[in-house]
Nanobody, 126 residues
Framework: QVQLVESGGGLVQAGGSLRLSCAASGRTFSNYAMGWFRQAPGKEREFVAAINRGGGTTYYADSVKGRFTISRDNAKNTVYLQMNSLKPEDTAVYYC???????????????????WGQGTQVTVSS
């Protein structure tokens, strides 16, 4: 079992930045690939970014590529999502998730993620 707790969400103006954190506890964090997903009101949850367990491979949705950066610190059991040049369409609840099977790889397939946090709200005003 892995417990995940997101933080760092909030209200920001368009063009601004936020840094989300996801702290993990329980099983060995470094065994898991990690992902960030988001869900806007009335929409399905969608993939944002993923990072493999060693941190050497990352993968982004086209909509955030060049603006968002995923990283992890295995010593601190934490994964981050640095979000720059935010747009109103980035408004959503952001979730981190842990993937045991894809430890060495990255995937956008939501069904492969085993554990989820409770989410943190990000609101971007125009």
């Amino acid at each position: 079992q892995v417990q995940l707790v997101e933080s760092g969400g909030g209200l920001v103006q368009a063009g601004g930045s936020l840094r989300l954190s996801c702290a993990a506890s329980g099983r060995t964090f470094s065994n898991y690939a990690m992902g960030w997903f988001r869900q806007a009101p009335g929409k399905e949850r969608e993939f944002v970014a993923a990072i493999n367990r060693g941190g050497g491979t990352t993968y982004y949705a086209d909509s955030v590529k060049g603006r968002f950066t995923i990283s992890r610190d295995n010593a601190k059991n934490t994964v981050y999502l640095q979000m720059n040049s935010l747009k109103p369409e980035d408004t959503a609840v952001y979730y981190c998730a842990a993937n045991r099977v894809y430890g060495d790889y990255v995937t956008r397939d939501i069904s492969t993620y085993d554990y989820w946090g409770q989410g943190t709200q990000v609101t971007v005003s125009s």
